[in-house]
């Protein structure tokens, strides 16, 4: 499975593609098959997303996994401090990433 993702504009946070919008979270992003690039493109000529790519990712009933840790990084936040993550009540986030 292929998932778009880029740093929101205005904010810099990392967002994924759900298919329709964008969203922080990795468990909402959508399979873009073929057509990442060229939804890429259009996002960030409408400029809605910045430094847009495609990754490849594993489906797991959790949601997508993105397949680099550097990618499962930027799902998931930053990992000096569990506290800060997107998932701090999750004593099981630390783990996700590796």
């Known amino acids: 499975m292929k998932l ?32 990442g690039e060229s939804i890429a493109r259009a996002e960030e000529g409408a400029r809605r997303v910045n430094a847009a790519y495609v990754i490849d990712a594993t489906a797991t009933p959790e949601g997508p996994r993105p397949a680099h840790i550097k990618d499962r990084v930027r799902a998931l936040g930053p990992t000096v401090r569990p506290d800060l993550t997107l998932k701090p009540a999750d004593p099981q986030a630390g783990s996700w990433v590796i």
């Open 4 to 35: 778009l993702t880029g740093n929101d504009l205005p904010t810099g946070d990392v967002i994924w593609w759900t298919g329709e919008s964008w969203s922080r979270h990795v468990e909402d992003a959508a399979d873009v098959t073929d057509q």
